[in-house]
């Protein structure tokens, strides 16, 4: 099986910044795409950004010019630099992976179990 890890979550003031990381472990053949996800509460979990295996990047709008995703493909480990903090940024963020586990399968979803980052105004 495979586990994703998540840690960099917390507490920071509006306009602060804050680096998330995802590590994945386990069964991995390869990785396609990593991305992150938030839910705050009462909303649905909605994508902020997303990093194909050839690095292509797409950003939600909300965070465009704000975050930046990254990715260490030696590491299994995707990042998510978040500046200019907002207070409407805060959400339990989740990673998500594409995980090859053997060179006869597909590639299957993985999610970690969620970092809180809390923006205080």
């Known amino acids: 099986q495979v586990q994703l890890v998540e840690s960099g979550g917390g507490l920071v003031q509006a306009g602060g910044s804050l680096r998330l990381s995802c590590a994945a472990s386990g069964s991995i053949f390869s990785i396609n795409a990593m991305g992150w996800y938030r839910q705050a509460p009462g909303n649905v979990r909605e994508l902020v950004a997303r990093?194909?295996?050839?690095?292509?990047?797409n950003y939600a709008d909300s965070v465009k010019g704000r975050f930046t995703i990254s990715r260490d493909n030696a590491k299994n480990t995707v990042y998510l630099q978040m500046n200019s903090l907002k207070p409407e940024d805060t959400a339990v963020y989740y990673c998500?992976?594409?995980?090859?586990?053997?060179?006869?399968?597909?590639?299957?979803?993985?999610w970690g179990k969620g970092t809180l980052v809390t923006v205080s105004s």
């Open positions: 998500n992976m594409v995980v090859v586990t053997s060179r006869w399968s597909g590639g299957m979803d993985y």
């Open positions: 990093i194909s295996s050839g690095g292509g990047t």
